[in-house]
């Protein structure tokens, strides 16, 4: 079975791809002459058994390792600096960064500031920041834990500030891995809402993705075979998870993180804010988001929702199909149709709609979004 076997990728990063595939760990660092690796995770993934067993299976090689996982479920720069104290305290020779997007997104940033000590700020990509990250890093291992952000293929990290919660991006190809250890196994414990809410974002990842303003046929490419693994696979993976249906998501999230240096659009630009404000699961925003910012780019764009829908299979094929079949798998997964579920108020939508027009992502988007569009996506989400 092609699943049960370990395959090799290249894009540009090494992927090692497959069931056991992180056993290889242990002999890739001797390989590489490290010994004392600074392993990065959430509190969550450190208490869990895979977790234990792989940093066990490090020591019994004689390797030495230090982890850090105090850090927030939506990463702030604090959480970077109190990292890098522990890297600078223990004699660390590499990172590892094991988990989902906030493990990795925290996990880089270390690795970038260990060797660039200005304000962490001063590297954010939409300022420029990425011209000064010119020294060389660590080497960076990435294992993902969870089938979403795709961050352990990514070459950024978003890490919000701690006052204002304001999302910044650290950006630079130094911050690529060396090598991924993507075994799907680690996933098979991961809860189902979790399942359910990563899988939305990795499907949000691949059709923002796909729809993205930018010419990148290639991305286009790998973002429609994105959209097609996570469709065969999502609701087996969250309602009865299996290694073909794990496997299938934990690439269809490798090639929408892939796919999205493309760009990303109007959903992202409605859920960043619910993490920002309320501290919102960014997959569970971007879940409950997608088939509003999905319906807002219709028209203009029949095209392109006439190929999601094909490749969904869909007896409709068109951007009405397409949004149906979001609210539809929405439900089979048991994420709400609606923001009031998630803890929005109607209080609370002058001030998401400031955060949305400020926003990184919507730039991207095929068709501009104004302030007021972001409020009455909010509203008729609300």
């Known amino acids: 079975m092609f699943f049960e076997k370990i395959h090799q990728f290249n894009f540009p990063t090494t992927i090692r791809f497959g069931a056991n595939v992180i056993k290889e760990l242990p002999a890739y660092l001797k390989a590489n002459g490290l010994k004392a690796p600074l392993v990065v995770t959430d509190p969550n993934v450190a208490q869990l058994p895979f977790f234990r067993d792989i940093v066990a299976d490090l020591t019994s090689r004689g390797i030495s390792v230090e982890v850090f996982s105090d850090i927030h479920k939506n990463p702030v720069k604090s959480d970077v600096y109190r990292g890098v104290d522990v890297w600078d305290n223990t004699g660390r020779d590499s990172v590892i960064g094991i988990g989902g997007g906030a493990g990795l997104d925290v996990s880089r940033a270390i690795l970038l500031r260990i060797n660039h000590r200005e304000d962490l700020f001063k590297y954010d990509d939409l300022i420029g920041g990425d011209i000064y990250v010119t020294n060389d890093v660590p080497l960076f291992i990435t294992v993902p834990t969870t089938s979403g952000t795709g961050s352990e293929v990514g070459r950024s990290a978003i890490i919000a500030d701690d006052e204002t919660h304001q999302k910044k991006i650290l950006f630079s190809p130094k911050l690529l891995a060396k090598v991924v250890f993507a075994d799907p196994l680690l996933t098979m414990d991961i809860p189902a809402p979790i399942t359910a ?186």
Do not use: W
Request: with cysteine; charged share 20%; hydrophobic share 40%.
């Open 197 to 382: 809410a990563t899988g939305m974002d990795a499907l949000t990842h691949n059709m923002e993705a796909y729809l993205a303003k930018n010419y990148h046929p290639i991305c286009d490419g790998i973002a429609l075979e994105g959209i097609r693994l996570i469709h065969e696979s999502l609701e087996t993976a969250t309602n009865r998870p299996d290694l073909e249906s794990k496997s299938k998501m934990l690439l269809g999230s490798m090639m929408g993180a892939i796919a999205f240096q493309k760009g990303l659009g109007v959903v992202h630009s409605l859920a960043h804010p619910l993490s920002q404000l309320l501290d919102t699961h960014h997959g569970l925003a971007n879940a409950v988001n997608i088939p509003y910012g999905m319906q807002f780019n219709i028209t203009g764009f029949e095209d392109k929702f006439h190929r999601i829908a094909q490749v969904l299979g869909l007896k409709q094929q068109d951007g009405e199909g397409v949004v149906q079949y979001l609210f539809d798998l929405n439900t089979r997964v048991s994420i709400p149709h609606k923001l009031r579920d998630i803890g929005v108020k109607a209080e609370h939508i002058e001030t998401l709609a400031d955060l949305a027009f400020a926003d990184f992502a919507h730039p991207n988007n095929p068709k501009p979004v104004s302030r007021e569009d972001f409020k009455q996506l909010y509203l008729k989400a609300l």
